[in-house]
């Protein structure tokens, strides 16, 4: 039988490249017809047909607060009645930026001076890196595998996200001399980082790495391994692009950085990039950094960065909302949320006598099919993957949407609340026992 998703389903091959605007929606590694989405409210989805499913997506991370919270609404709504987009400075930029710089500060380290606001995450990881070769007048890329930074040529090599999921090891169209400027190294390898600077460290611009790995399931950094990738590109001139698309505003009001600050592990990077939280659900991501780098973009520097949407007004309002409805009791709340779904899994899992491994880096979680954590890529696909489409699709028959990727971390919101933590909870022994078959 099929429903209203399937005939949209249908409808979208037909005028757009595999039915989806982005691949991992396609369900490629799951299997079945995506659900196209009609409403979210809250902690909730509702698709095409009127099913509602609490939501374990959050968006892929921007909704914090969780769907359409009211007073974010609001606030776009206002924006909205102001005008849509000037190209033109506006009040409410200065503020999200200052507002960016002062949320990123543990004590005296505030690695964030200056902010350039972007529209995606693909381009202020793009800009960051164009910044650093501008600022040090090398070429060469560090990045690692299984880490995900946007689509834009350099930064596909051994990525994370859909590229893991599609099992693709780059993509078709980058041109071998762009490639050639990105080194892939193992994530979490201290000696594959001391011979990659050996051999190529008067050349490396800058190292890019994700704050806490997440876009090939959660694969936090062992403890003094971002500390250590801060020493070593110091140590050899060049910078450190610490990507927080994903988790800045999400673990920690300063980011995974602040919560590794907090914990005791102090290094600062060069250049942060955000995304997702800062911009509420709307288009909205940046990048900041230390002055004197920063203020090398374009119109003080020689480094071009422009946008005709950059700081968009609407976006600006989400992101502002956002940000200052995000309180320490928001991240109480969703942290108390993710530390009891990751429970209720890693048992569900266990009591179904599956072998698994629940990662967490902040309150982001997901679980492999294997016994131990993941250290690295080459880890995280050695697992038994195909146990995950029978889980999502069983999560998704009790009501509950998931991530359509083994390879993806799972969202919680501070919107999520007794009554929708109970049905994930029941959701999961039935889940865990598909999983086991
Ligand atoms: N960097 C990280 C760590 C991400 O997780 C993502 C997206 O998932 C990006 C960059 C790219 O952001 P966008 O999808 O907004 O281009």
Known sequence: MTDRNDDLFSAAREVIPGGVNSPVRAYGSVGGTPRFLASASGATVTDAAGNEYVDLVASWGPALLGHAQPEVVAAVQEAATRGLSFGAPTEGEVELAALIADRVRVGEARPVERVRLVSTGTEATMTAIRLARGATGRDLLVKFSGHYHGHSDGLLAAAGSGVATLALPGSAGVPAPIAAQTLVIDYNDPDALAAVFAEHGERIAAVIVEAAAANMGVVPPLPGFNRLLADTVHAHGALLILDEVLTG?????????????????????????????????????????????????????????????????????????????????????????????????????????????????????????????????????????????????????????????????????????????????????????????
Do not use: C
Request: charged share 15%; aromatic share 8%; glycine share 8%.
């Open 249 to 437: 505003f999400r673990v920690h009001p300063a980011g995974f950085w602040g919560l590794q600050a907090e914990a005791g592990e102090e290094y600062l990077p060069d250049i942060i990039t955000f995304g997702k939280v800062v911009g509420g659900g709307m288009p909205l991501a940046a990048l900041g950094g230390r002055a004197d780098v920063m203020d090398l973009l374009a119109p003080l520097g020689p480094v071009y960065q422009a946008g005709t949407l950059s700081g968009n007004p609407l976006s600006v309002a989400a992101g502002l909302a956002t940000l200052r409805l995000a309180t320490p009791e928001v991240y109480a709340t969703v942290d108390a949320a993710a530390a009891r779904v990751s429970r209720a899994l890693d048992e569900a899992l266990t009591d179904a006598g599956v072998t698994h491994a629940v990662a967490h880096a902040g309150n982001l979680f997901s679980a492999s099919f294997r016994a131990t954590a993941p250290r690295t890529y080459a880890e995280a696909q050695d697992q038994e993957s195909f146990r995950y489409a029978a889980f999502f699709h069983a999560m998704r028959e009790q009501g509950v949407a998931l991530p359509p990727s083994v390879f993806e971390a799972w969202f919680l919101t501070a919107a999520h609340g007794e009554e929708e933590l109970q049905r994930i909870e029941a959701a999961l022994p039935i889940a865990a026992r598909a999983a086991a078959s």
